[in-house]
């Protein structure tokens, strides 16, 4: 059967939430090891609440909303969106650690972009840093790097932004089975559970306007301050 337009976005899609790509999201918990550490999550009902929260208060009204922002501006040309989305996102971390997942992952993802689609980090992507940001090397935050390679897959933003909100929660799923710990049958209901509020937390995203984005979880910051010298630890964040 031939390969439709549709089918090739999809598998890009699907390639863009797998846990194999290499951008080091397996080895952060968001905060989660020091709930964990802390003991406000310790099992799997919990652990379920917890990420769950953390979806609907966080990742839809941060980073998915700002990576349906960053989508427009890319597939518009609009670099000083793209700078002005991006230094957004730098400024709503309230953690180093926080800061340097944002980084890292960013510039692993535009890395990963270099070896299978060079022309998109070598066009717009590789000018952006010159519309009004501070920074001498190119760089991006991970939900605007995000947004450039999802474009390159041709899918409607929401598509696009439910494949985002799916490569978090395996990630955030194995996070909590290794810290908590938990069985594998407890994570795949985790995930179970997350897959089935994605769809919701993303339509929320893509509705907020502008002044209503927003990135207010204080106690996620408190406990990720603390993770930062926590003494015993398997993630860096």
């Known amino acids: 059967m031939a390969t439709t337009t549709t089918d090739a976005a999809l598998l890009q899609l699907i390639w863009l939430a797998s846990p194999a790509l290499p951008v080091g999201g397996f080895s952060y918990s968001e905060g989660l090891e020091a709930a964990v550490n802390c003991e406000r999550v310790h099992d799997e009902a919990t652990a379920a609440a917890w990420l769950a929260d953390?979806?609907?208060?966080?990742?839809?009204?941060?980073?998915?909303?700002?990576?349906?922002?960053?989508?427009?501006?890319?597939?518009?040309?609009?670099?000083?969106?793209?700078?002005?989305?991006?230094?957004?996102?730098?400024?709503?971390?309230?953690?180093?650690?926080?800061?340097?997942?944002?980084?890292?992952?960013?510039?692993?993802?535009?890395?990963?972009?270099?070896?299978?689609?060079?022309?998109?980090?070598?066009?717009?992507?590789?000018?952006?840093?010159?519309?009004?940001?501070?920074?001498?090397?190119?760089?991006?935050?991970?939900?605007?790097?995000?947004?450039?390679?999802?474009?390159?897959?041709?899918?409607?933003?929401?598509?696009?932004?439910?494949?985002?909100?799916?490569?978090?929660?395996?990630?955030?799923?194995?996070?909590?089975?290794?810290?908590?710990?938990?069985?594998?049958?407890?994570?795949?209901?985790i995930l179970l559970r997350l897959a089935a509020e994605i769809p919701a937390a993303v339509d929320n995203a893509l509705a907020l306007r502008e002044d209503e984005r927003q990135a207010f979880s204080p106690m996620l910051a408190i406990l990720s301050a603390q993770h930062e010298t926590q003494y015993s630890r398997l993630f860096r964040s």
């Open 54 to 189: 953390q979806l609907h208060l966080c990742l839809s009204r941060a980073d998915l909303a700002v990576m349906a922002d960053a989508m427009h501006a890319w597939r518009n040309g609009d670099l000083s969106r793209i700078a002005e989305l991006d230094r957004w996102v730098l400024r709503t971390r309230e953690t180093s650690e926080m800061r340097q997942q944002t980084e890292q992952m960013g510039r692993s993802l535009l890395e990963w972009l270099r070896t299978v689609r060079p022309l998109l980090v070598e066009g717009p992507a590789a000018r952006w840093a010159s519309i009004g940001s501070a920074r001498t090397e190119i760089g991006l935050t991970y939900p605007v790097a995000f947004a450039l390679a999802a474009c390159a897959s041709g899918a409607p933003a929401r598509d696009c932004l439910l494949s985002f909100a799916f490569g978090w929660a395996e990630n955030m799923t194995q996070a909590a089975i290794k810290s908590v710990p938990l069985g594998q049958s407890a994570g795949q209901r």
